[in-house]
């Protein structure tokens, strides 16, 4: 198994900074892509920003220029620096992570999956 776990999330004022941090412990696994994503008061999950090992990002279109995502996977760490925050990105903010489990000491076995934070709340006032 394996768990994530973020950190970072305050209450701040429209125009200000906030980072995120998310860190992934367990045993035998790799990490194959860290993303973030968030979830406002009756709005669906969506994706707010994913990256991968070779160091690709994409983002949501709302936080393009706004919101950087970066990885340290050597320590399976991923952060998201919010800057310019607006009362729109107020929501809970989760860590997620694909990642594949070894298992097994003569014969070998994978499986990846999909792995969750618990979430952070971040809130942004006007």
């Not at 892509?33 to 994409?58: D, F, H, I």
């Amino acid at each position: 198994q394996v768990q994530l776990v973020e950190s970072g999330g305050a209450l701040v004022q429209t125009g200000e900074s906030l980072r995120l941090s998310c860190s992934a412990s367990g045993r035998r696994f790799s990490i194959k892509r860290m993303a973030w994503y968030r979830q406002a008061p009756g709005k669906q999950r969506e994706l707010v920003a994913a990256v991968s090992p070779t160091g690709g990002a994409n983002y949501v279109d709302s936080v393009k220029g706004r919101f950087t995502i970066s990885g340290d996977f050597a320590r399976n760490s991923v952060y998201l620096q919010m800057n310019s925050l607006k009362p729109e990105d107020t929501a809970v903010y989760y860590c997620n992570a694909a990642v594949t489990v070894y298992s097994g000491s003569y014969y070998i076995t994978e499986k990846t999956s999909e792995y969750w934070g618990q979430g952070t709340q971040v809130t942004v006032s006007s």
